[in-house]
């Protein structure tokens, strides 16, 4: 597996470069993906279909942010699609688990709202746009989330799925780096930095690439047995933080950070005691390394991400609201859901309200005030699906390692960045997984007749 996974990271450096110098790439790229994983999922056994759906998804959310900075998918929102697409396959082959029947009803509990917003709104484009827009991200939690529920996965399977994350976000960095190769010629003050993360929304730009240093951290931890491979991931977690700490964007670094953190002390707690000490020894030598990614990034931002992560401006003065105004646009979409708390106001229609009102034409990217303000009770109770449904399973199944970091990861991003991206959806449904011992193979004694 290691040859496997040099080879194919090697590769996916080349498709980085390509993507960033041959924009048309994109398109070609995107298409090879699904044209490859569909005739994979097609050959593979039946029993095998569903790690092969689970993988060719793993592999669309990490390749949605650098499609979307080059313009490589025929639409905005296309890979949340495909990878509804494919869950529905993985549904139709294997059905689902029946104590996974709640993520029915969360679907279910978003579509009287998108009536309202049918008799409130002109039916029109804009119409259409606002609620696929708006029930994208949801819906292919439930559907994704309906078809990982208890799906029985290796370790090895489960670091073949972290392995199809990595590739496609390796190339995201990569094209980062060719695009803004030297971060202190365009860090001029603290806010969020377009030219830092490619030219593309720093705030889901921080969100993968705090992924990809989660993902290879736990590989530095838990998959790489080799020391040379365990050091090459260990390069890549210092190339994925010091690319998201220089967005700066905080959202998708500190998310990263209590993954890692929520990780680190469960597998910890898993351990023997000589096992524990060398957990400890690699802890302080990703310490050492993170304090040296730290001084790295402030160097080469002129002292300006300290200033940043202190809440403070360019001037070094202390800013008022740490959340930049989310705090103010959150309670907005709380006094929506106290007028209207039986429906909502409707899928959509919570960003026009707000700005009729406030002249202010912004987003809170918070899943639960814009759920609940849209949807009303309903949103709710759906929401109360998504939080409370992981947790009882976690009661019975504690065979998932990964569940308490996937799980804050989807909590805390749909509060910082929504779902405008396919990686809380997918990421929430990868945490009801069932991972299960590697079968040993049985050697049989062979039996000589004497005659």
Known sequence: MKNTYIKILSLHVLFGVVVYYSRGFGNLYFFAILAFFFIKIINAPKKGKSVEIIKACAYLLGVEVVLRMSGGIIFYEAIKYVILLFAVLGLFYNGFNKKATMYFVYVLLLIPSVYLSLALLDVDDNIRKAIAFNLSGPVCLGVTALFCYGVKVTKSQLESII??????????????????????????????????????????????????????????????????????????????????IVTFSRGGVFTALIMIVAFIFFQFRSMDKREKTKMAISVGVLLVVALGTWV??????????????????????????????????????????????????????????????????????????????????????????????????????????????????????????????????????????????????????????KR
């Not at 603290?190 to 720093?202: I, M, R």
């Not at 959340?323 to 909502?344: A, C, I, W």
């Not at 759906?382 to 947790?391: D, H, N, Q, R, T």
């Open 296 to 449: 790295l990034s402030s160097v080469q931002t002129n002292g300006f991400i300290d200033k940043r992560y202190a809440n403070e401006n360019a001037m070094g003065i202390e800013k008022d609201d740490v959340t930049t105004g989310r705090g103010d646009l959150f309670l907005l979409e709380f006094n929506e859901f106290m007028e209207n708390p039986g429906l909502g106001v409707g899928v959509g229609r919570v960003k026009d309200i707000r700005f009729q009102k406030t002249g202010v034409h912004a987003a809170s990217h918070n899943e639960l005030s814009r759920i609940i303000a849209e949807h009303g009770f309903l949103g709710v109770l759906a929401f109360s699906i998504l939080l409370l449904v992981p947790l009882f399973l976690r009661l019975k199944d504690r065979s998932n390692v990964l569940f308490f970091s996937f799980y804050f990861f989807w909590l805390l991003t749909v509060n910082h960045s929504a779902m405008r991206i396919a990686a809380p959806a997918f990421i929430y449904a990868l945490s009801l997984l069932h991972v299960v011992n590697e079968k040993n193979p049985v050697h049989r004694k062979q039996v000589i007749s």
């Open 163 to 244: 392995n199809h994350m990595v590739y496609p976000l390796v190339s995201t960095v990569v094209y980062i780096f060719l695009y803004n190769p030297n971060v202190a010629d365009v860090a001029t003050g603290t806010g969020s930095n377009f030219a830092s993360s490619g030219g593309f929304g720093p705030n889901q730009v921080s969100t993968v690439l705090g992924l990809g240093m989660f993902l290879l951290t736990v590989r530095y931890f838990y998959f790489s047995k080799i020391k040379w491979l365990k050091y090459l991931d260990l390069i890549l977690v210092v190339l994925f933080a010091f690319r998201a």
